[in-house]
């Protein structure tokens, strides 16, 4: 599949798409746009033969409130109505964790937070806490044993 430019206004919302993305978190996807619009490039919206939002609803949305007047696309033209709807879901699902380790030792916690990874609490320090066995600590936020320094 290629991808193409159109005309934002000849893209239609799809108001069947079960996911949404309210206040905060849609500001900070419009703000991630404008900051590095290449993001559109590497991950197009995806249409359908009508013009209908697939995948990408929300970014449609924000690329709109960002005044934007085109926007990548891929045209799905060859998915049967049944694999739309299963693409939908599948394009919506959040597979995965979240290595919070490796978050909080290589990565910048503010900048996490300014690209919109919901990290409340997470730049406090540990408490640490003693538990019964003297020899023992544990950290009060996460709960895992820590290694004696």
């Given at each position: 599949?290629?991808?193409?430019?159109a005309?934002?206004k000849?893209?239609k919302?799809?108001t069947?798409?079960p996911?949404f993305?309210?206040?905060d978190?849609?500001?900070?996807?419009?703000?991630?746009?404008?900051?590095?619009?290449q993001?559109?490039?590497?991950?197009?919206?995806?249409?359908?033969?009508?013009?209908?939002?697939?995948?990408?609803?929300?970014?449609?949305?924000?690329?709109q409130?960002?005044?934007?007047?085109e926007?990548?696309?891929?045209?799905a033209?060859?998915?049967?109505?049944e694999?739309?709807?299963?693409?939908?879901?599948?394009?919506?699902v959040?597979f995965?964790?979240?290595?919070?380790?490796?978050l909080?030792?290589?990565?910048?916690?503010?900048?996490?937070?300014?690209?919109g990874?919901?990290?409340?609490?997470?730049?406090?320090?540990?408490?640490?806490?003693?538990?019964?066995?003297?020899?023992?600590?544990?950290?009060?936020?996460?709960?895992k044993?820590?290694?004696?320094?």
């Amino acid at each position: 599949m290629k991808t193409i430019k159109a005309k934002i206004k000849d893209i239609k919302v799809n108001t069947n798409n079960p996911r949404f993305i309210k206040d905060d978190k849609f500001n900070k996807l419009v703000k991630s746009i404008k900051e590095l619009p290449q993001m559109l490039e590497i991950r197009p919206i995806v249409v359908n033969d009508e013009m209908v939002v697939l995948g990408g609803n929300m970014r449609l949305r924000a690329c709109q409130k960002a005044g934007l007047k085109e926007v990548p696309i891929i045209k799905a033209s060859d998915l049967t109505e049944e694999q739309q709807q299963e693409f939908i879901i599948k394009d919506n699902v959040g597979f995965g964790s979240w290595d919070w380790d490796i978050l909080a030792n290589e990565w910048d916690t503010e900048q996490l937070e300014d690209w919109g990874l919901e990290i409340k609490g997470f730049n406090m320090p540990p408490i640490m806490s003693n538990k019964e066995d003297e020899n023992e600590t544990i950290c009060s936020k996460c709960g895992k044993l820590l290694d004696d320094a």
